[in-house]
């Protein structure tokens, strides 16, 4: 329960939540990303 209290109270707990976070919505975008990418690139290759 301390490591809890210690990871939403303190500056370096806060910001490694912030990093973490941080990290996955990165990561989120970039698969939506280049999914995007890809299927824009193979419509236009067949036409």
Same mark, same amino acid.
């Given at each position: 329960m301390k490591l809890l209290t210690d990871l939403f109270t303190t500056d370096y707990g806060?910001?490694?939540?912030?990093?973490?976070a $941080?990290?996955?919505?990165?990561?989120?975008? $970039?698969?939506?990303y280049f999914l995007h990418k890809m299927n824009e690139a193979a419509g236009d290759s067949s036409k």
């Open positions: 806060i910001m490694s939540i912030s990093g973490i $941080f990290m996955i919505g990165m990561a989120v975008f $970039f698969v939506w």
